[in-house]
């Protein structure tokens, strides 16, 4: 069977397309809006990722594909924001996604968000995307939403993402996702991710802390955040979230890395008084250490943040590639052509 091609919406800097390409998917297409995404992007992937708003190209010349991935926008649907969920225009923009497979019939999709989409607006978004998939396509799809935890699957941080996978009805066998490959008893650690991380020559940046966040996290202890600052100590905060002035543990994954906010926030390290270096962000996501990304400091937090750890997704991306060679089906060209004749 020839490679199993791969268009990818949302595509970010490439995280989810590189858990497939490791397992000799072919990405024949990919798009972001993101400038500096898509420079990190192309010089891993190369240049067939198209850089420009999804609204603005023509979907009618995305090329055919047995499956469609897409992690669309998600801060409408963070708990962490103020969440609009499907209510607004960038909690829209799955529609793309759902017309992208509309048009290419795939045997597959995967839609990937946050956890908050299963309880934005009151539970009726998750219901709407689930329902708009279901009814699209020449054959329909079954579509299932699972809520997994990448730590599960080989990841050093405890990151709990909703998948939302498709499978076109005319499959007559039901996929089943990976079971978990690691629990609590072997989560990788932070400790085993970040090993010999500084040795990488690109993406170590260190930031230039404040000296009072370093006297901070001095009486922050591995594992540790905000709250354990004495009430006594002239450096304490309160009314915080959780994820301020978090440390990592050594001997556990890190908790979710997320992709923007101010002081406090960039996640820190477990030995030393600081914040964590890009290359160490990538690590706990599982990103290999020729992955080069572009872009200053906060450019690359943001998209190593907004990304799907390669690691993690790399199980799905196995089993899937094993499913839809057991069960070969009509291409989506070959459906196209179907239905012409049927017309005719």
Same mark, same amino acid.
């Given at each position: 069977?020839?490679?199993?091609?791969?268009?990818?919406?949302?595509?970010?800097?490439?995280?989810?397309?590189?858990?497939? !390409?490791?397992?000799?998917?072919?990405?024949?297409?990919?798009?972001?809006?993101?400038?500096?995404?898509?420079?990190? !992007?192309?010089?891993?992937?190369?240049?067939?990722?198209?850089?420009?708003?999804? &609204?603005?190209?023509?979907?009618?010349?995305?090329?055919?594909?047995? +499956?469609?991935?897409?992690?669309?926008?998600?801060?409408?649907?963070?708990?962490?924001?103020?969440?609009?969920?499907?209510?607004?225009?960038?909690?829209? +923009?799955?529609?793309?996604?759902?017309?992208?497979?509309?048009?290419?019939?795939?045997?597959?999709?995967?839609?990937?968000?946050?956890?908050? +989409?299963?309880?934005?607006?009151?539970?009726?978004?998750?219901?709407?995307?689930?329902?708009?998939?279901?009814?699209?396509?020449?054959?329909?799809?079954?579509?299932?939403?699972?809520?997994?935890?990448?730590?599960?699957?080989?990841?050093?941080?405890?990151?709990?993402?909703?998948?939302?996978?498709?499978?076109?009805?005319?499959?007559?066998?039901?996929?089943?996702?990976?079971?978990?490959?690691?629990?609590?008893?072997?989560?990788?650690?932070?400790?085993? &991710?970040?090993?010999?991380?500084?040795?990488?020559?690109?993406?170590?940046?260190?930031?230039?802390?404040?000296?009072?966040?370093?006297?901070?996290?001095?009486?922050?202890?591995?594992?540790?955040?905000?709250?354990?600052?004495?009430?006594?100590?002239?450096?304490?905060?309160?009314?915080?979230?959780?994820?301020?002035?978090?440390?990592?543990?050594?001997?556990?994954?890190?908790?979710?890395?997320?992709?923007?906010?101010?002081?406090?926030?960039?996640?820190?390290?477990?030995?030393?008084?600081?914040?964590?270096?890009?290359?160490?962000? &990538?690590?706990?996501?599982?990103?290999?250490?020729?992955?080069?990304?572009?872009?200053?400091?906060?450019?690359?937090?943001?998209?190593?943040?907004?990304?799907?750890?390669?690691?993690?997704?790399?199980?799905?991306?196995?089993?899937?590639?094993?499913?839809?060679?057991?069960?070969?089906?009509?291409?989506?060209?070959?459906?196209?052509?179907?239905?012409?004749?049927?017309?005719?």
């Amino acid at each position: 069977m020839a490679d199993l091609k791969v268009v990818s919406l949302y595509s970010g800097c490439g995280g989810m397309d590189l858990g497939f !390409y490791k397992e000799k998917f072919k990405v024949v297409w990919a798009n972001d809006i993101d400038e500096h995404a898509c420079k990190t !992007y192309r010089n891993y992937f190369g240049h067939h990722i198209k850089e420009g708003s999804i &609204a603005d190209i023509d979907l009618t010349t995305i090329p055919d594909c047995d +499956l469609v991935l897409g992690g669309f926008p998600c801060q409408d649907f963070s708990m962490i924001w103020k969440r609009g969920g499907i209510n607004t225009d960038r909690g829209n +923009l799955y529609r793309y996604l759902v017309e992208v497979v509309n048009l290419k019939n795939p045997s597959m999709f995967i839609a990937e968000n946050v956890k908050g +989409l299963l309880s934005a607006n009151g539970g009726n978004a998750i219901k709407q995307i689930i329902n708009d998939f279901e009814g699209t396509g020449k054959c329909g799809y079954d579509v299932e939403p699972y809520l997994v935890n990448f730590a599960n699957y080989g990841t050093a941080q405890l990151r709990q993402r909703v998948l939302i996978i498709g499978t076109r009805k005319d499959i007559e066998s039901d996929f089943r996702i990976p079971k978990p490959t690691h629990d609590p008893e072997n989560y990788v650690s932070s400790k085993e &991710a970040l090993k010999d991380a500084e040795k990488v020559p690109h993406n170590n940046e260190r930031q230039n802390l404040q000296p009072k966040t370093i006297e901070m996290l001095k009486l922050i202890p591995p594992g540790g955040n905000f709250t354990s600052i004495p009430k006594s100590s002239p450096f304490y905060v309160k009314g915080m979230i959780s994820h301020v002035y978090r440390r990592l543990h050594p001997d556990k994954p890190s908790t979710t890395i997320i992709a923007g906010g101010g002081g406090g926030t960039w996640g820190y390290h477990f030995e030393e008084p600081r914040s964590l270096t890009n290359r160490e962000r &990538a690590r706990l996501f599982g990103y290999p250490d020729d992955f080069e990304f572009k872009g200053t400091i906060t450019q690359v937090r943001k998209q190593i943040g907004n990304s799907v750890p390669p690691v993690g997704i790399r199980p799905f991306a196995k089993k899937i590639k094993a499913f839809l060679l057991k069960n070969k089906t009509c291409s989506p060209t070959q459906l196209n052509l179907e239905e012409s004749l049927s017309v005719s």
